[in-house]
């Protein structure tokens, strides 16, 4: 029986940025106390946090120390070196475990880990030089898209391929580093499933959830998903067989790519809460941070039930680019919650807020949160904001 990880005791976080604040927020709700640890200090977890510790990942002596404070130890990102956690699992267990960050922050032995275990993904190969790199083009054909294997997220490391002749080039001109180089996937549309993974293997999924992306950064997602009963159904199943492969104690994130076929294909994981799983917050019974809680401190999983169809829209640094955006015109919109993650530059493309707005359905819930986000520049102008719908 795993043992139970009461509230009073110390929840530990590495890393600082707005999904350890929300993970902090739930845990002090539930009556934990929480310490977290980082390179930073005043970032937006330490503000809500009882201790911030600021230190290099690999200085392991720190490490060690933290971890002795606490009674378990979660990540709020997955790209924290391996020995740290491996540290921390020396005093302290560290839940989803070294193992599971080990196989999902690089994309060779993510994608290699997938393909094992029957799970769709779109056709790749593992590129460690220009020659490998030429014959990768050959076998998988073009347009592709070159990826670094290591520390990519919101589109970092990447190069789309369109030609034979352009491969050469888009090796010469990135650092030399481990790659993968996948086939262009022609899509319908992105899904994610947010699945929750208790200590004693019980499982809980919310989703699928639509997501549509600017310049490779989350624009907006839409919950429930539009989708084919059939397509969600195979999303979810999906999602749990994943989870229960990595014996995953914690939240993970499945992100799908839907083929013009209706295949469902997945393009990556994350072991921690994710961006589009924010709308959780407000529009389901138990949102996926306090999931986190619940899974890594060994109680039951909480109810995943929908309240109503939501929808999540980004505000990135941009938005700030004419000056402080008009926060009263989005408080005048009483159906329209807005989370301000407490970071002090803007920056463009860096995430600094989001807007979630509950609806009838998907699309005014969508309607609502572009209509918001509009608001908040300055004159009406838009500022790198999209006004696609999803």
């Known amino acids: 029986m795993t043992q139970v990880i009461p509230p009073g005791s110390t929840l530990g976080v590495l890393g600082s940025g707005q999904l350890g604040r929300m993970f902090t927020i739930a845990a002090r709700r539930l009556g934990y106390r929480v ?79 997938l393909r094992t275990h029957g799970i769709p993904v779109a056709p790749f190969a593992v590129v460690r030089s220009r020659d490998e790199l030429l014959n990768a083009v050959a076998q998988i054909g073009c347009p592709a898209v070159l990826k670094t294997a290591d520390w990519g997220y919101d589109g970092k490391g990447q190069v789309r391929i369109a030609s034979v002749s352009e491969a050469a ?19 319908d549309c992105e899904l994610s499933v947010i699945v929750a993974r208790g200590a004693d293997g019980s499982i809980v999924t919310y989703g699928p959830i639509h997501n549509s992306h600017r310049h490779h950064i989350l624009d907006v997602s839409v919950a429930p998903a539009l989708v084919r009963s059939e397509i969600a159904a195979d999303a979810l199943e999906l999602a ?33 809460p994710h961006n589009s799983g924010h709308l959780t917050i407000n529009a389901h019974a138990t949102c996926q941070f306090e999931q986190q809680v619940r899974a890594v401190c060994g109680l039951p999983l909480g109810s995943t039930e929908q309240l109503r169809p939501a929808a999540m829209a980004n505000l990135l640094g941009d938005l ?34 989001h807007l979630t707005a509950l609806a009838a359905d998907g699309q005014t819930a969508a309607d609502r949160v572009l209509q918001a986000r509009r608001m908040l520049c300055r004159d009406l102008q838009e500022v790198a904001v999209s006004r696609d719908k999803p």
């Open 240 to 272: 749990r067989e994943i989870s229960e492969r990595l014996e995953i104690v914690g939240v993970l994130c499945v992100e799908f790519f839907v083929t013009s076929d209706g295949k469902l294909l997945v393009n990556e994981l994350a072991p921690r």
């Open 320 to 353: 700030w680019s004419h000056g402080e955006p008009n926060w009263p015109a989005v408080f005048a919109l009483s159906d329209v919650k807005l989370h301000l993650y407490g970071k002090a530059t803007a920056k463009p493309g860096r995430k600094m807020a």
């Open 35 to 113: 310490h977290v640890f980082s390179p930073d200090d005043d970032t937006p977890t330490g503000q809500v946090a009882d201790v911030e510790i600021r230190a290099a990942y690999d200085d392991l002596d720190a490490v060690a120390e933290f971890a002795r404070g606490v009674d378990v130890v979660t990540f709020e990102f997955e790209n924290v070196l391996l020995s740290t956690a491996e540290t921390a699992e020396r005093f302290a267990p560290v839940r989803p475990n070294g193992a599971v960050l080990h196989a999902t922050q690089n994309r060779i032995r993510e994608k290699m880990f």
């Open 169 to 187: 080039a888009a090796w010469d001109e990135r650092e030399p580093s481990d790659c993968v180089l996948e086939s262009f996937v022609e899509f």
